[in-house]
């Protein structure tokens, strides 16, 4: 199993971009799906993007669609999210997360079981 790391969160103004990017420890990261789910104060969390093992199958939610892109660079154990167009309402706690497949399980993060601890997004108007 392996164990994630989140980084590159912060406060930005409403229209800037941040890439946020999740460290994988183990060495079974390319066996992984990967994404991004996030939970803003009060609300449930919710999913953001997944890409598939090898990076050529990825989707997005409606809310983040054509302001994110997401790669993977297996060789490197760490996958990006960069964030453009940001708004006040993208304003949550970010989460990486890994499951083996990219699946149904993706719909809601109650399929999911490994995590990163998050990072603070923050979009000021």
């Known amino acids: 199993q392996v164990q994630l790391v989140e980084s590159g969160g912060g406060l930005v103004q409403a229209g800037g971009s941040l890439r946020l990017s999740c460290a994988a420890s183990?060495?079974?990261?390319?066996?992984?799906?990967m994404g991004w789910f996030r939970q803003a104060p009060g609300k449930e969390r919710e999913f953001v993007a997944a890409i598939n093992w090898n990076g050529d199958s990825k989707y997005s939610s409606a809310s983040m669609k054509g302001r994110i892109t997401m790669i993977r660079h297996n060789a490197k154990n760490t996958m990006y999210l960069q964030m453009n167009s940001l708004k006040p309402e993208d304003t949550a706690v970010y989460f990486c997360?890994?499951?083996?497949?990219?699946?149904?399980?993706?719909?809601?993060?109650?399929?999911?079981?490994?995590w990163g601890q998050g990072t603070q997004v923050t979009v000021s108007s």
């Open positions: 183990g060495r079974t990261f390319s066996s992984y799906a």
């Open positions: 997360a890994a499951d083996p497949e990219l699946s149904n399980n993706w719909n809601n993060f109650r399929g999911i079981h490994i």
